[in-house]
DNA sequence: TAACATACTAAACACTGTTAATAAAAAAAC
DNA sequence: GTTTTTTTATTAACAGTGTTTAGTATGTTA
């Protein structure tokens, strides 16, 4: 029963294929200007090919998505392991968060920049089990602990979370979309936007 | 010489017809689900009449983007009007700036998150003529107003109104994108936010 | 009435995401 | 080893997109 194993292992190699090149393509490129066919060249496959490995291109786009909050994950898992306040580490890891969108911008648009038009795949963001949800739990807990260690004022962690995320990402969003705005320095901008968070949430 | 006037008159009219059409098409379906077609057949002109008038689909939603900051604009004058405090006035114009994105996402998304992939579109939003220049402007000068009267800490008001604007954005984007995301009361997260960047500006 | 400028449109181009029908290849059954 | 069945991939097509080119009316002027 070997020979339905390897086949298995094709199907998902190939799969595996397509969402690396669709990822790739989507980073370099911007999602709305990757087209299937693009895809399709690049892996040298026909377009109706990826139909058979993937719903329609949103399915490609939420894929990507759970891809980078994954590694966003990993990236927060990885600065709190290195440290020992909880307060650091929640600063060093929106930094991070800022970091990355101001790095990588197509890939922060695609995993926070588009909102997937169809229902289904909503509703994958939402469940437990999904990156998104997992990334946010973990930035939640972070700043619990915080609460817990009595480092930040007693506040319900949902909302500390929930406003710090926003705030993060108003910085990241606007400095993508208006690149040719006549920003401060950007550094200055960061810092006092995390002062100004951080702050209140000490006092 | 009344006709070339009258004719002149009849362009505008249909120029502003259009900018009307598409502003309603956009407002109500999203930029990215009306297309020139639809506008075209909305105003019972072909597709290709649009093109006599405006340069692109992208100069149409440069357009409506003006349009836009212009009314942003004279809610924030509306305001400042009605008000005697520069630090009060700053905060009803930021809570009208939320409000407007959560009442009116599709409009919002045109104005603020949509990046014009052509280069000539991002240049005229920079003019100082522009009406989003001028919103902006408009902010920054409430905020040095409230720095100058010592209710602000001693900060670059530049800053300071970017910060803002920032923290507003990205709540308001946030909602926007995330929409089925499990957000605490969006009330208790703007209150928040907003506390949190005024009380480290008052400090 | 003829020439001209203006306003408008039909048809086409080069794309897009996606689907239905079909061919090729591999595996299973006989 | 040949035939049937299943899996995998493709070709052709549909319905749509933004935009351009070439051509047609229409109202104005000479």
């Avoid at 709305?32 to 399915?59: C, G, H, W």
């Avoid at 101001?102 to 437990?128: C, G, I, T, W």
């Amino acid at each position: 029963m070997g020979i339905k194993e390897r086949r298995e292992r094709q199907k998902e190699f190939l799969r595996q294929e397509i969402l690396e090149t669709a990822r790739e393509l989507f980073v370099k490129e911007g999602f709305e200007n990757v087209s299937m066919r693009k895809i399709a060249e690049q892996i040298e496959y026909s377009p109706t090919t990826i139909y058979l490995y993937f719903k329609d291109k949103s399915e490609l786009l939420y894929a990507v998505c759970e891809e980078t909050f994954e590694t966003l994950l990993h990236s927060f898992e990885e600065i709190a392991k290195h440290s020992t306040d909880p307060v650091q580490c929640l600063e060093a890891g929106l930094r991070n968060y800022i970091d990355f969108g101001l790095k990588h911008p197509n890939h922060y648009k695609v995993a926070f920049m588009y909102r997937p038009e169809q229902l289904d795949n909503l509703e994958k963001f939402l469940s437990p089990d999904s990156m998104g949800t997992k990334a946010y739990s973990y930035l939640r807990d972070i700043v619990a602990e915080c609460v817990r260690q009595k480092k930040f004022k007693d506040i319900d962690p949902e909302i500390a979370a929930q406003s710090l995320w926003a705030a993060a990402h108003g910085l990241v969003a606007l400095f993508i979309i208006k690149c040719h705005f006549p920003w401060i320095d950007k550094e200055k901008l960061i810092n006092h936007t995390i002062e100004s968070m951080f702050s209140h949430l000490k006092a």
